[in-house]
């Protein structure tokens, strides 16, 4: 079955500590991942995909398929950062299946 | 182009009754989804369309659901004799898919669903 786990619902860091946000995933095929973005009052937004390779306000995530994660991951956490992160998965080559899965989010809190 | 827009952003109904959303994806996108976020969760895959044509529906979607995207540009959603559990919040996003790659996808504000 496809599916996307964030096993954290909250975490919660002090300002200028690093962030860890894990995402594991189960597909059978070459999936693309995705880490979108909800800020507080806005939509969802795109934050990064595993083939761009970018890092992203500082943000980089790693696909490891013997593991079967994307984790992402910023070395120091700024209180902007504050937000809700959603990991996705999209099957087919670059994402060509369609349809987005989601896990259940994680709300990242930084604390000044 | 502002980006993709939904439109109602609030609906308040009673059980019952029907509702319909709609979705303004962002022109030049040949693809538009829909799906639907409950609280606490991600947002649930419910249908997708290629310009006119629907490719996939999701279990989740029951037979009193019914989307459309008739000339591939807005695309409406109908909930027919909506139930409690229909409450949520349904989220539209369109993407450009070219040659087979790519798949960003641009979501919408919303639209908030209350069954009464």
């Known amino acids: 079955a496809q599916r996307v786990t964030q096993p954290e619902k909250l975490l919660s860091v002090f300002k200028g500590a690093p962030v860890e946000l894990k995402c594991n995933y189960s597909y059978s095929g070459s999936p693309e991942l995705f880490w979108y973005v909800q800020y507080s009052r806005q939509r969802l937004q795109l934050l990064l995909r595993h083939i761009s390779r970018e890092s992203i306000k500082g943000f980089t995530a790693d696909l490891n398929k013997g593991e079967t994660s994307f984790h992402l991951k910023k070395p120091f956490a700024q209180e902007e950062d504050s937000a809700m992160y959603y990991c996705a998965l999209s099957g087919g080559y670059g994402g060509s299946q369609g349809n987005l899965i989601f896990g259940k989010g994680t709300k990242l809190s930084v604390k000044p | 182009d502002t980006g993709v827009s939904q439109d109602p952003r609030h609906k308040i109904t009673k059980r019952g009754q029907n509702v319909t959303f709609r979705c303004d994806p962002i022109?030049?996108?040949?693809?538009l989804y829909w799906y639907r976020q409950t609280l606490g969760q991600g947002p649930e895959f419910l249908t997708y369309?290629?310009?006119?044509?629907?490719?996939?529906k999701s279990r989740l979607l029951s037979d009193r659901f019914s989307a459309e995207r008739p000339k591939g540009s807005f695309s409406t959603l109908e909930i027919q004799r909506t139930e409690q559990g229909d409450s949520a919040m349904y989220l539209c996003a369109s993407s450009f898919l070219l040659a087979g790659v790519g798949n960003e996808q641009f979501f919408g504000p919303g639209t908030r669903l209350t069954v009464l």
């Open positions: 022109s030049e996108h040949n693809r």
């Open positions: 369309f290629q310009n006119e044509a629907q490719l996939e």
